[in-house]
């Protein structure tokens, strides 16, 4: 049970220890009535023309060991921090000493500048660490690569706006209701993976480094994946909370929980998918490589699929390693057919807007309040028809489903 009250000092003051010379102004106030939230302001300085910054922030209570803040809301509070100025964070005191009363308390912080622009962000799943990569190359993606096992690459997807959805502009296809075009803007930095999660990695999440499989995890549903408490509360006043004992609980705690991993939004999800690396974006009736569809033999068969994915015309009934077909403009893989990808968002016919929204431009939506229909999964399957695999296709969870044919992939998010 928390503890209704902690002694803290009302104004943290600035210790020396930890702190780096790329920044300024640190302050820090708890918040009244106390809840158990602190708000830290800060300020990073730079001469670069967008920076990127390794923040850590630490607490020391009395002549106390330093240790690091966990629990964090904010800018920088997944350990990156994009482009100088004035930074806002929020910790969770609450979380990280539920049963305790701290007094004598001050915060401190450490700045590393990176370098201009890292295109990747690159999880090492052996070691927890994590470090940057201007691009990928052939060993990043050959057979049986580290990159699939104990490592995970993601790409950097910058804001912008773009029309999410489709039109009824592909010859063969039955326009879906639930998928009407829309503008919406994306307002936040995001990396995601550029493999769907494999059976190694996930291993490596529970412990186990002797898993070498390069397939996708399937089979596990998005309680499981967030929580069936306050995981399961998305959207709400506690976005991006997870439980504890949940996938992805696991997989922030292996970084201390300073990451901030989670599923995609369906906005991010479509966003990277229609991403062209320039600030601009593909139109409805393609692949993510930009080729046409270019349908024959009924929904079975697309050319260009082909190139881009595992369906029911080419996959054989099976899985197969990720990363072997070719990959989106944003160098992302498998993003068309092989598995179903859960993304964050409720299920809802116009994604939750009303008819005056979908109007206008949606800013950083969230999908739907209403979760009576279970959560949007995206991409298709090495099971579906070609126009299943396409970009803004989406549909919800089949009843009794066993998510043989359901995966995912993570983002890391920059608040």
Not at 286 to 293: A, E, F, I, L, T
């Amino acid at each position: 049970m928390k503890i209704q009250k902690m002694i803290l000092l009302a104004v943290f003051a600035l210790s020396s220890f930890c702190f780096g010379n790329s920044a300024v102004s640190l302050t820090c106030h708890q918040r009244w009535p106390w809840n158990g939230k602190v708000d830290i302001d800060y300020v990073l300085q730079s001469e670069q023309e967008e920076p990127v910054f390794n923040i850590v922030l630490y607490g020391k209570i009395g002549e106390g060991e330093t240790f690091r803040l966990r629990y964090l809301e904010g800018d920088g509070a997944g350990g990156i921090a994009i482009g100088a100025g004035h930074k806002k964070v929020v910790w969770d005191a609450y979380d990280q000493f539920p049963n305790t009363s701290i007094s004598d308390m001050r915060i401190a912080l450490a700045v590393e500048e990176v370098f201009d622009d890292p295109e990747y962000l690159v999880l090492d799943l052996d070691h927890w660490t994590y470090s940057y990569a201007d691009s990928t190359n052939d060993t990043t993606i050959a057979v049986g690569s580290e990159s699939k096992i104990s490592q995970m690459w993601f790409r950097k997807i910058m804001p912008g706006t773009f029309l999410m959805g489709s039109t009824n502009d592909w010859p063969g296809m039955v326009y879906n209701t639930s998928e009407p075009l829309h503008s919406v803007q994306e307002t936040k930095i995001f990396y995601i993976s550029i493999f769907t999660t494999t059976v190694a990695q996930y291993d490596r999440i529970f412990g186990n480094t002797n898993s070498f499989s390069c397939i996708p995890k399937t089979g596990i549903g998005y309680d499981a994946l967030r929580g069936a408490n306050k995981g399961a509360t998305w959207p709400s006043d506690t976005d991006h909370i997870v439980d504890h004992d949940s996938v992805i609980g696991h997989f922030r705690g292996r970084f201390d929980n300073v990451l901030h991993i989670d599923l995609p939004t369906e906005a991010q999800w479509e966003m990277a998918c229609r991403s062209r690396g320039d600030g601009t974006f593909l139109e409805s009736g393609v692949w993510n490589d930009g080729s046409p569809r270019s349908l024959y033999d009924s929904n079975r068969k697309d050319h260009n699929l082909d190139e881009l994915g595992w369906y029911a015309g080419n996959a054989g009934g099976t899985l197969h390693e990720v990363g072997l077909k070719k990959p989106s403009l944003m160098g992302l893989y498998d993003m068309h057919g092989h598995v179903w990808e859960w993304t964050l968002d409720n299920f809802n016919n116009n994604y939750g807007l009303s008819k005056a929204q979908l109007n206008t431009t949606t800013v950083d939506p969230v999908g739907s309040r209403n979760g009576n229909n279970g959560r949007t999964r995206r991409a298709g399957s090495y099971t579906s028809n070609a126009s299943d695999c396409r970009i803004p296709y989406r549909r919800a969870p089949m009843s009794g489903s066993t998510y043989s044919d359901y995966g995912f992939r993570f983002v890391i998010n920059m608040f």
